[in-house]
Nanobody, 122 residues
Framework: VQLQASGGGLVQAGGSLRLSCVASGRTFSGYVMGWFRQAPGKEREIVAAISRNGGGTYDADSVKGRFTISRDNAKNTVYLQMSSLKPEDTAVYYC????????????????WGQGTQVTVSS
């Protein structure tokens, strides 16, 4: 599957952004989807994940209550709605797809998108 992420940009602290990731190739609904991020000098970390039918989600503690992951299987798209953004949310955000039915911090992607930069100014 090929993943194309978009929607990043520069936003002030407290603002919002919505990331999108469109998948092509094999059946989108067969994948657990997730969003990861990597800040400069830090390891890549999971932000959120969503089950194949969208019925189950996981949010990292650092974004809980501020970010929401969702998916539209008819559009082969997964979203990350980000609100109340903080400067520490600044990172490159990657969407990822996994064939393994793990929705949580142990998600192990099989495919990665190219990343989209999110910068939050104070």
């Amino acid at each position: 599957v090929q993943l194309q992420a978009s929607g990043g940009g520069l936003v002030q602290a407290g603002g919002s952004l919505r990331l999108s990731c469109v998948a092509s190739g094999r059946t989108f609904s067969g994948y657990v989807m997730g969003w990861f991020r990597q800040a400069p000098g830090k390891e890549r970390e999971i932000v959120a994940a969503i089950s194949r039918n969208g019925g189950g989600t996981y949010d990292a503690d650092s974004v809980k209550g501020r970010f929401t992951i969702s998916r539209d299987n008819a559009k082969n798209t997964v979203y990350l709605q980000m609100s109340s953004l903080k400067p520490e949310d600044t990172a490159v955000y990657y969407c990822a797809a996994s064939l393994t039915a793990v929705v949580g911090r142990e998600m192990r992607p099989d495919y990665w998108g190219q990343g989209t930069q999110v910068t939050v100014s104070s």
